[in-house]
T-cell receptor
């Protein structure tokens, strides 16, 4: 069975500071990994995905994530936070050949002016 | 954006009444999913479909049923709504490509 753990349900960073949102996964087979973002009163939008190609994945809005198999992690980073980054972020895992995603419980990111 | 719409977007109903939520897609994606989103729980899968008339249960399927008679439509029914089913419901679609999913705007359901 696959699972995802997001450390920190709430994260606050100052505008211009580094954003780091943590995601650890478990999977019995090589995983596909995703980060989604949800702005208030909207659906989820894909930020980036890891599909067993490059371990460093670049996404939209300046975000990137690195797949580390030895640490079973897929942390999301952005060098410099912007006010528009305030949202909830979800990490998700899928198994190759599977049909479903398993989501973490989400991390709400607040940007301090 | 995979061209996914959900209706209604907001609904208030009373305990014990039946409720049907509709998801409509225009992308001809094979897979369709229903999730509920609750604080502290993230998104939890209710039911999903892997083709017309082909559906399967998710992790929180009790009290819900689904139907898919056409590729583009996936209905979620609460046979007898309870207050514990107050939630935001999201529909998603997917292809065979890495299980990436595309989400609709959500339906906020309140059961009084």
């Amino acid at each position: 069975a696959q699972s995802v753990t997001q450390l920190g349900s709430h994260v606050s960073v100052s505008e211009g500071a580094l954003v780091l949102l943590r995601c650890n996964y478990s999977s019995s087979v090589p995983p596909y990994l995703f980060w989604y973002v949800q702005y208030p009163n909207q659906g989820l939008q894909l930020l980036l995905k890891y599909t067993s190609a490059a371990t460093l994945v670049k996404g939209i809005n300046g975000f990137e994530a690195e797949f580390k198999k030895s640490e079973t992690s897929f942390h999301l980073t952005k060098p410099s936070a912007h006010m528009s980054d305030a949202a909830e972020y979800f990490c998700a895992v899928s198994e190759a050949g599977g049909e479903k995603l398993t989501f973490g419980t989400g991390t709400r990111l607040t940007i301090i002016p | 954006d995979a061209g996914i719409t959900q209706s209604p977007r907001h609904k208030v109903t009373e305990t014990g009444t039946p409720v049907t939520l509709r998801c409509h897609q225009t992308e001809n994606h094979r897979y369709m999913y229903w999730y509920r989103q609750d604080p502290g729980h993230g998104l939890r899968l209710i039911h999903y479909s892997y083709g017309v008339k082909d559906t399967d249960k998710g992790e929180v399927s009790d009290g819900y049923s689904v139907s898919r008679s056409k590729t583009e439509d996936f209905l979620l029914t609460l046979e007898s709504a309870t207050s514990s089913q107050t939630s935001v419901y999201f529909c998603a679609t997917g292809t065979n490509s890495y299980n990436e999913q595309f989400f609709g705007p959500g339906t906020r359901l309140t059961v009084l």
